[in-house]
């Protein structure tokens, strides 16, 4: 008997549909280094349409994506990129952009809901008087959704505001928006229009659309182009990638209908963990499919809770020293959220008792490595 598991770690978990299944042993593919994968093109084309840009790109994962991006943007050694103090570029890419392409990273608070103030960000902007000292400005990130910050969305009148900024000093911007179609959803704006002020955007097929590998960059067909070297020199050119490409569209194409009902179930999960007493939770923080409560009992911790709710079949990762992440995907039901909720009280009750034993967490996370 396959044993029923809850994987709340991540959006990241889901397990291809049997659809997209079906669509990767049908795809019809070639060589796409050599640009011949007719899946591959069709699929790229697709989603420069969707997103409103003039071509895509699809590579192994979202970090390649905003990697390949930046060192578009950056290609001159000493660029500098203002992005947000918690955003993921900065925290979880293993500082690729400086490491292989000396990039300098300027970061600025992220406010809670994801932003970075606009005035903030002006400032930050490096004036030509100091070049023969300064790095130079040539890029501004934004996230979208914030996964740091609960999952917020940015609003598509910030995007513009910042995108004004851009243009007008002779930047660019990015949005790392691995899962923009999320905000897009959330915020009821086309994801067209969302990122109508960025030069690029990254997308994350393999978070809440399901898709099992990949991202997409898009952007001008001259951005593009030249992507594709910075790709192929990152190992990330692919050949019958077609495969991958067919089990994306089937995502895009078949989950993005599903991201509200996603969000709708990370609000009921909210408001479930909010009566529980050792715990406190924003209800208005959940704006899209993250869920972060705070543990106000110092009698438990995130690792001990996450490691008696796995020995339940509930899978989740401590994001702090004192709060936990709760991500819901399109594999998740509502029953799923009801037992998740039951096995966190009983979880609570038992930890209180001082009935449980604290083993290695199997989860994947460390108390260093949170919420990656
Ligand atoms: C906001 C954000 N950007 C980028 C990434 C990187 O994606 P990948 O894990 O595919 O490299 C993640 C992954 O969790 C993410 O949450």
Redesign the pocket.
């Known amino acids: 008997m396959v044993t029923k598991v809850v994987d709340l770690r991540?959006d990241?978990v889901t397990k291809p549909s049997d659809a997209m299944r079906a669509a990767m042993a049908a795809a019809d593919v070639d060589d796409d280094v050599l640009g011949a994968d007719p899946t591959a093109q069709r699929f790229e084309a697709e989603m420069a349409r969707i997103m409103g840009k003039e071509a895509a790109l699809f590579v192994p994962?979202?970090?390649?994506a905003?990697l390949v991006s930046v060192l578009v943007h950056c290609d001159t050694r000493g660029s500098e990129i203002i992005l947000g103090d918690t955003s993921?570029i900065h925290i979880?890419?293993n500082g690729g952009i400086s490491s292989l392409g000396g990039v300098h990273p300027k970061t600025l608070p992220n406010n809670p809901d994801g932003t970075m103030d606009i005035d903030k960000i002006v400032a930050a902007i490096r004036h030509q008087d100091g070049a023969l000292y300064y790095p130079t400005t040539r890029l501004i990130c934004l996230?979208n959704t914030h996964?740091n910050c609960g999952g917020k969305c940015l609003s598509v009148e910030y995007t513009d505001k910042v995108g004004e900024v851009a243009k007008s000093h002779g930047l660019k911007l990015h949005i790392?928006g691995?899962?923009i179609f999320n905000a897009s959803v959330a915020l009821g704006v086309p994801v067209h229009r969302l990122v109508r002020a960025a030069d690029s955007v990254?997308v994350?097929l393999?978070?809440g659309l399901g898709a099992p590998v990949g991202?997409v960059i898009v952007g001008s067909k001259a951005f593009i182009d030249k992507a594709k070297i910075v790709r192929k020199t990152l190992g990330g050119g692919m050949r019958q990638v077609g495969i991958l490409c067919a089990a994306a569209y089937v995502g895009v194409r078949d989950t993005v209908g599903k991201l509200a009902d996603d969000h709708r179930k990370a609000k009921v999960l909210a408001e479930g963990l909010k009566k529980i007493k050792q715990f406190t939770v924003d209800l208005t923080s959940v704006e899209t499919n993250m869920v972060f409560f705070d543990i106000t009992d110092p009698r438990i911790s995130p690792d001990k809770l996450c490691q008696v709710l796995e020995q339940r079949n509930v899978l989740a990762m401590p994001a702090s020293s004192k709060s936990v992440r709760l991500v819901i995907h399109y594999q998740i039901s509502d029953t799923d959220v009801q037992y998740a909720l039951t096995c966190i009280e009983k979880v609570v009750e038992e930890i209180l008792s001082g009935n449980v034993k604290l083993e290695h967490l199997t989860n994947g996370t460390t108390a260093n490595s949170y919420g990656?």
């Open positions: 991540s990241t994962s979202g970090t390649m905003n993921h979880y890419e996230e996964a790392d691995a899962r990254s994350c393999s978070k991202s990656h």
